[in-house]
């Protein structure tokens, strides 16, 4: 065989900074009681005997035992049912995965320890995909179902794009002879014929077509059809790891795994896009499954929310918790009650009972919606939720057509539409009278380094501008919302900006530690009324403090301050904080700088995402028992504690903004652009949001902008069109399959206008007894928002590597219950994925690498902070983008076309040196230039005429009056549109040292600080499904 010198070890361990998984964890799977290997699995020679100090130690698998999750249902030797338990003994008798050196040289410590493991790399190195119809390199078409050891070929069965999942037979292994090299080399020497592979070969290029596959193999064979469900499958040579195979001679070094032959992002979301891209997408019947968030199309409500509201991790629920504890696919809906809607979209319809209000039902206080049945010729209903049977109302009743259905079915929105909002009596409302519209208030930081740089006068010259586009009701001249100022450094200064004064008054409040409101005629005014008096006081502010040399600053009571003045007008509100440092004064809040490295890496990492002190805690449950939503701008130029100053915004639905280092020149327009957003967007203010559930299952958890005072009423003071809630449900019975499983959610709020109103969205969901029908029905994307959020929550308690270690578990898990219950039977060196799930380890891969759960030197504490925020509140458009970055190349613009350029995979091999690359990940965006750029290009875009002449520090393209420029801006503002940050863009020419930014970007490959590469954590993966199902 030929002897080709890259060993695919599995990806995790300790030569890797950060990312080494701890022994196992029994939670998931079973008990630490099965400390013998289990029978058929042999126990490694030499040093991989013991658990590798840590290496990644998978599961020892055993009956299944308690979801990871937290299932309800016994939790046997007294695990507690939470989601990241902590770690159980170490139990040495557990395979652990070989050391993994980054280096060049070969990957293991000593000779000893090769023989075992290197079978199991040449077992892992073959693994060749062919998702659902690709043909290999120089095959031509597939041929038919080719027998795979079975007699008679069965008919694929098909899936959205070609016919069944493709399978490779698994070569001949070091039992029956030494065979030939499975799969052609994927390098090539000049002349096109394949040539041996570098050693460790990092990147290597797709085989040229044309190639034939090496001997052994007949091209048919080789495109053999299995007759599995649809989805994608891998075959990896010499049976499973711990089967006889590890008995064999000396190594056999392979290849590495062509990228091409494994499932690929893009070409899941191009499928979509092309079966479903630009269609009508009607929601009128039960668990269907929307297309990908990454497809535009069309969505007509016809009985179900919209999935621009609502997405599932699955639409199709187990009837048992016995089954959702044995595919361990957590059951979750993503909700963005909000959501923005395209303009060829219906808006939502607005039902006013007067003074009867919505009618609900009796018993469980669900919302008239299309899942109530009515009876008795119309006098009656029967909850689809609790199955209460209920009087109508006689203001409400409505005869019945030949079907059953009210005579007035398509005149009501409730009874036809998914969603809807009531217009809500004052029950509905605080101390039972209609609110106040609310209020914004804008809180500058006045401090020393902020007067210097510029910034203050930037901010009061902007809100001129911003203050003339507050939101305002659809109907109405002008807007409802009522403004007011404060400045602050160690004290805080109000304005009395009355309409009938000639000049603004300054009230100052030195008391910081029992802050008071000095005035409240005066204060919060109509912008319309007193625009003459604001501009003069937007004025005057950066003159007023021109002097000042104070650089200490408070921060918690410019929080207390803006809620007291609220609390005073009795009103609802936002809060626009505009600060950039530690707050060291004296006063409540003040924090120190505890940046500690030394944390990194160890038990302890989890404090440097916990606030500091408990006061913001209490302080954003005050503001949301208020209404009081805090919206931050931080421009911080060194530390600032993003975990304890974070809190209130995320407590109370508003939104961090962060600019670090901020440059006039260069960060001033991302900034604006953020402003302008955040004043101008869709929003409601003082809300509680309720879930209910039919019968059988339950809402358990909820990740988001949220507080929560019961386990029911999810409060915020606020939530905008770009906030999401992730709930997870829990089953307390079984479901059945003919009812279905319902959702309902409420958003009680206060419109801009002032009016209370209920937002209803409801969304029905199939159920079944079948497995295969989960797996058919699940939503990566989603299910990766749920994951993300979970995990980003548990940082706070748990040891970053025990929970990367459950991830990397649950994904196993999931894939394994797939393999064991729903594909039919092959060579367990196969691979199998769901073709719902075929990106999942992709997905899953990026989501370990991120700098929350995996910390890298450049990487401060405060940006991991941020991040972790930001993730909590995302919809799921938002975070594939933000896990799986867009990267569109430039070179190959059409001009002609408005449309945008196919992206392409994020990996370094897919770059080339002749090329121009666009990538966006929502936060960031970056432009890469090769260093052979066509000049015609530099020229069009940059108007300098090579590439050394083009400056990197810009931050904006220049408006080069060209069909390139005017394109590639277009493509730029197309990407920006849809999402809630300004992204910043970034040059960055290949070669120069701000490319090592560029590069963790390109999250297929292996991270620069550990985190592996998408080849690698599949083949772990896989390693790992193999030991469950062993």
């Known amino acids: 065989m030929s002897q080709q010198g890259y060993v695919a070890t599995p990806p995790y361990s300790q030569s890797q900074p950060g990312i080494g998984l ?66 159980p003994p170490v139990n040495s008798a557990a395979p652990s995965y070989a050391p993994y050196s980054p280096s060049t040289q070969s990957s293991y410590p000593s000779p000893a320890s090769t023989a075992s493991v290197t079978q199991l790399a040449s077992q892992l190195n073959a693994m060749h995909i062919n998702s659902s119809g690709m043909a290999l390199p120089g095959q031509g078409l597939p041929g038919p179902p080719a027998p795979l050891f079975q007699g008679l ?51 290597q290029p797709p085989p040229i077509p044309g190639q034939t596959l090496g001997t052994g193999y007949s091209p048919q064979q080789a495109a053999s059809y299995g007759p599995q469900m649809a989805g994608g499958q891998l075959s990896y040579p010499g049976g499973f790891p711990g089967g006889p195979a590890q008995m064999a001679g000396p190594p056999q070094l392979q290849k590495k795994l062509d990228p091409d032959s494994i499932p690929s992002p893009i070409q899941v979301i191009e499928n979509d896009r092309a079966t479903r891209g630009g269609q009508v997408y009607a929601t009128n019947s039960r668990g269907q499954v929307p297309p990908l968030v990454t497809t535009d199309c069309v969505i007509q409500d016809q009985g179900n929310a919209s999935p621009r509201y609502i997405r599932c991790t699955t639409y199709c629920f187990p009837c048992t918790s016995d089954m959702a504890k044995q595919a361990q696919i957590p059951l979750a809906a993503v909700i963005k009650p909000f959501a923005t809607i395209p303009s060829n979209e219906t808006p939502l319809y607005l039902v006013n009972h007067g003074e009867n209000g919505p009618v609900r039902c009796n018993r469980c206080k669900a919302y008239m919606c299309p899942f109530m049945q009515f009876i008795e010729g119309g006098r009656r209903y029967q909850c689809g939720f609790c199955n209460c049977v209920n009087d109508v109302p006689p203001f409400y009743f409505q005869h019945l057509d030949h079907i059953g259905r ?54 009061c010259e902007e809100l001129k501008t911003v203050l003339e586009k507050l939101p305002k009701e659809e109907q109405e001249e002008t807007s409802a919302i009522r403004v007011g100022f404060i400045t602050y450094n160690k004290v805080l200064h109000f304005f009395n900006v009355k309409s009938n004064l000639a000049q603004p008054q300054m009230m100052v409040v030195t008391d910081v530690g029992e802050v008071f409101v000095p005035l409240l005629d005066g204060f919060l005014v109509n912008y319309q009324e007193s625009q003459s008096v604001i501009h003069n006081l937007l004025d005057q502010i950066p003159e007023m403090f021109a002097d000042s040399n104070e650089n200490e600053t408070v921060f918690a009571p410019v929080i207390q301050a803006g809620m007291e003045a609220l609390k005073a007008a009795d009103c609802p509100g936002k809060l626009f904080i505009f600060h950039s440092s530690l707050p060291t004064a004296e006063a409540p809040g003040k924090l120190k700088n505890r940046d500690d490295k030394k944390l990194i890496n160890t038990d302890k990492e989890k404090v440097l995402f916990q606030p500091q002190t408990n006061v913001y805690d209490s302080l954003a449950k005050d503001c949301v028992a208020h209404g009081c939503c805090v919206t931050l701008f931080l421009f911080p130029s060194q530390y600032v504690d993003v975990a304890s100053l974070g809190l209130v915004p995320q407590l109370t639905g508003g939104t961090l903004y962060k600019y670090n280092n901020f440059q006039m020149h260069m960060d001033s327009q991302q900034f ?59 089953h307390d019975d079984k479901l059945a399959e003919d009812s279905g499983a319902l959702i309902q959610c409420a958003v009680l709020y206060t419109t801009i206008g002032g009016q209370r109103r209920l937002r209803i969205h409801n969304l029905s969901l199939n159920c079944s007894s079948q497995l295969a ?66 990106v999942l380890p992709v997905y899953m891969n990026c989501l370990l690498k991120n700098c929350v759960l995996l910390s890298r030197p450049e990487i401060s504490t405060d940006e991991r902070a941020y991040q972790r925020q930001l993730v909590m509140t995302m919809g799921v458009a938002d975070s594939q983008l933000f896990f799986y970055p867009q990267l569109l190349p430039i070179h190959t613009l059409d001009v002609k076309s408005t449309a945008l350029p196919t992206a392409i995979r994020c990996s370094e091999s897919r770059l080339s040196e002749e090329g121009i690359f666009l990538l966006a990940n929502g936060l960031n965006m970056f432009l890469w230039l090769g260093v052979s750029s066509p000049p015609e290009l530099i020229q069009g875009i940059f108007n300098v ?33 849809k999402r809630p940050y300004s992204m910043k863009l970034t040059i960055v020419k290949q070669r120069e040292q701000p490319e090592m930014v560029f590069r963790q970007f390109l999250v297929e490959d292996k991270g620069l600080y550990g985190g592996s590469s998408y080849v690698d954590f599949l083949c772990c993966v896989h390693k790992e499904i193999c030991q469950l199902l062993n």
């Not at 809500?424 to 208030?441: E, S």
């Not at 302008?676 to 958890?701: L, P, V, Y």
């Open 406 to 459: 009210r005579l007035d079915h398509y005149e009501k929105p409730e009874l036809s539409l998914g969603s809807y909002e009531y217009v809500a009596t004052l029950d509905y409302c605080r101390k039972n009278k209609p609110p106040n519209p609310p209020a914004f208030i804008f809180m500058i930081d006045v401090s020393y380094s902020n007067i210097k740089n510029g910034l203050v006068k930037l901010i």
């Open 773 to 838: 029908d989960l797996y058919k029905s699940c939503e990566t994307d989603a299910l990766i928002n749920f994951f993300a959020k979970s995990a980003f929550k548990a940082v706070l308690h748990q040891p970053l590597k025990v929970i990367r270690e459950i991830l990397v578990n649950q994904t196993a898990h999931m894939l394994a219950c797939y393999r064991k219950n729903c594909a039919s039977p092959s060579a367990a060196s196969q691979l199998i994925l769901p073709d719902s799930m075929k």
């Open 945 to 977: 005429p090579s590439f050394a002449h083009i400056n990197t520090d810009m931050t904006t393209l220049p408006e080069v009056g060209n069909p390139y420029s005017q394109t590639l801006r277009m493509i730029m503002s197309i990407i920006q549109q």
């Open 22 to 87: 701890s022994p196992p964890h029994y939670g998931h799977y079973g008990d630490p009681s099965h400390a013998g290997s289990p029978p058929g699995m042999m126990k490694p020679a030499g040093p991989l005997g013991a658990a590798a100090p840590g290496g990644m130690s998978p599961q020892v698998p055993s009956p299944p035992g308690p979801h990871q999750f937290g299932q309800n249902g016994a939790h046997p030797q007294g695990h507690p049912p939470q989601r990241f338990p902590g770690p």
């Open 153 to 203: 070929p069965r008919p694929p069965q098909p899936s959205i794009m070609q016919p069944g999942s493709q399978v490779l037979p698994p070569p001949p292994t070091a039992l029956n002879g030494p065979g030939v090299s499975p799969l052609p080399s994927s390098t090539h020497r000049q002349d096109g014929l394949p040539g041996p592979a570098p050693l460790n070969a990092q990147y």
């Open 672 to 730: 604006l652009n953020d402003l302008r957003n955040d004043i101008e967007k869709k929003i409601g203010f003082d809300a509680i949001m309720r879930i209910r559930t039919s019968t059988g299952f339950r809402a358990t958890d909820f990740f988001g902008g949220i507080f929560m005072n019961n386990t029911t009423d999810v409060e915020m003071a606020a939530i905008d069109c770009d906030k999401a809630v992730t709930v997870e449900f829990k």
